[in-house]
């Protein structure tokens, strides 16, 4: 255990609980004397609703509360203070026009239930998001309602599944490859689907052989992440394509990846029929920490009539909703979906423009490729492909000393950076995958590649001390499986 809290309360990550500080009597104010005449508080509220005394509550200063949750917040690792280099996540710099437009007051105290006619800049909002979101991706259609890229697949499902069923059979089968996402084939069993594996070929896409001989007349559609999750773009997707729709199928895209492709190619042009968009992630929300996200999903016109309800028409120029549509799934969320996080994507969408948006794929595959040339020499590289927003490494020369992805990240740590995603994607032996985006400076790719290196170089020399890191932190290595399952929460000095 580091130095304790009593030595250096301000710079060890050794802060006593709130309880711990407490002292009886302190309280966090100081009032006057009253001037006017005092009144029971249980003859205004009613005894049930007035405590005695709070067991146990902390007593504290005001000061001393301030503090300790201003230090605990210096624990985080936030995208404010470094790169974030989880790979699938998407985990860019959220440009902080988002958050003020965000913060417009009739937008952030608009209320669901408001009425249309005093609606309108919301509903525009909404409507403008959808237009821009079809001519991204190429498709006819867009729901914002989904809270996320799971529930976006979901939706996106129930669309599939509505379609075929409306066609006679809802068929059997979603096909999903062996590199896929794990919500991808959890979605298709929730849907009642039974989910066939395809495998991917030695250059991690979707084996055509294999596919061509998974597809059947039961088949309803495959499930397919572009660019995939090992950072390859499927480049025979529109063969893909051709070999679902001869048999009747759909192809849903996994979009979670499209800031690989925005303003580059889009998904409708090569042949998905549906497909949904982490906002969230692509279009610029702060995530990762629990908050609200939305899974736009994005489809064809042959899979729209069947979009959840509401959906939103123009008439004599003002926006309403349509409630009444026989062939909708029905609504997959309350009201119309997480409006904050839509507003924050607008706004990014229209301060970076067509152009600006393409510029920004293209420096996120700069950034990934950026990464791999620096790395190359030092980690293997099991695809030869070439990179697109994200690189994926193997531990296996570093394994060869006894030291696996899981143990690398958690030095990274110690060189102040957030760990990259370890053991995903599942096709590549001890993935180490990367994923900069195009917000990240050359400087601190510099210095996470310098810290990874410095890594690779440790483990050659002493793979011990790797194994034990990391070093600098309140609680070291600990039994993963138990700090699950039984987590011991309170500090002991
Ligand atoms: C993040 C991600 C998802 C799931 O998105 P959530 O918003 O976390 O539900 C699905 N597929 C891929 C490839 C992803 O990276």
């Not at 991706?137 to 867009?142: F, I, L």
């Not at 899981?406 to 110690?414: C, E, N, S, T, Y």
Request: proline fraction near 7%; include cysteine; charged fraction near 20%.
């Amino acid at each position: 255990m580091a130095t304790p809290n009593k030595v250096r309360p301000h710079i060890t990550q050794n802060e006593a609980l709130l309880f711990e500080l407490s002292s009886p009597g302190k309280i966090g104010y100081q009032l006057p004397d009253l001037d006017v005449p005092a009144v029971d508080a249980r003859q205004v509220l009613g005894a049930e609703n007035v405590r005695d005394e709070i067991q146990g509550f902390p007593e504290v200063s005001e000061v001393e509360v301030i503090r300790h949750f201003t230090r605990l917040s210096t624990w985080n690792y936030a995208i404010d203070l470094g790169l974030y280099p989880l790979g699938s996540c998407t985990m860019k710099y959220n440009p902080r026009v988002n958050e003020t437009v965000a913060r417009i007051d009739g937008l952030a105290w608009a209320h669901p239930y408001q009425p249309e006619p005093l609606s309108q800049g919301a509903l525009e909002v909404i409507d403008a998001l959808e237009k821009a979101l079809s001519e991204i991706t190429g498709m006819d259609a867009v729901t914002l309602q989904p809270a996320a890229g799971a529930h976006g697949e979901m939706t996106g499902l129930l669309l599939i599944h509505a379609f075929l069923a409306s066609q006679g059979n809802p068929r059997k089968y979603i096909l999903c490859p062996d590199s896929a996402h794990g919500t991808n084939p959890a979605t298709a069993a929730m849907i009642g689907y039974e989910v066939v594996n395809v495998k991917s070929n030695s250059r991690g896409m979707v084996d055509l052989d294999a596919l061509e001989k998974a597809v059947t007349e039961d088949t309803a559609g495959l499930m397919v992440t572009n660019p995939n999750t090992v950072g390859v773009f499927e480049r025979d997707i529109q063969k893909v394509a051709h070999i679902l729709h001869s048999k009747g199928a759909q192809i849903y895209m996994d979009g979670a990846n499209m800031n690989a492709l925005v303003g580059v190619t889009r998904p409708g042009d090569f042949g998905a029929d549906v497909m949904h968009l982490n906002l969230h992630k692509t279009f610029s929300t702060p995530h990762g920490g629990g908050g609200p996200g939305a899974g736009a999903v994005a489809c064809k016109a042959h899979l729209a009539p069947f979009l959840p309800t509401p959906r939103l028409k123009r008439e004599d120029g003002k926006l309403a909703w349509e409630h009444n549509l026989p062939n909708s799934v029905g609504k997959v969320r309350a009201f119309y979906g997480n409006f904050g996080v839509l507003i924050r994507a607008l706004a990014y969408i229209l301060a970076h423009g067509g152009p600006g948006l393409r510029n920004a794929t293209l420096d996120a595959v700069l950034n990934a490729t950026y990464l791999r040339k620096k790395l190359e020499a030092f980690f293997d590289l099991p695809l030869n492909e070439p990179s697109m927003h994200e690189v994926v490494f193997s531990h296996d020369r570093q394994a060869a000393q006894g030291v696996r992805t899981g143990d690398i990240a958690k030095r990274l740590i110690d060189y102040g950076f957030h760990p990259y995603t370890t053991a995903f994607p599942m096709i590549v032996s001890g993935a180490m995958m990367i994923e900069p985006t195009e917000t990240e400076p050359k400087r601190e790719l510099d210095a996470f590649a310098e810290a990874l290196i410095q890594i690779a170089k440790e483990i050659e020399e002493d793979p011990k001390f790797v194994l034990a890191a990391p070093h600098s932190t309140r609680t070291s290595r600990v039994d993963e499986t138990s700090a699950a399952r039984k987590p011991i929460l309170r500090w002991k000095p």
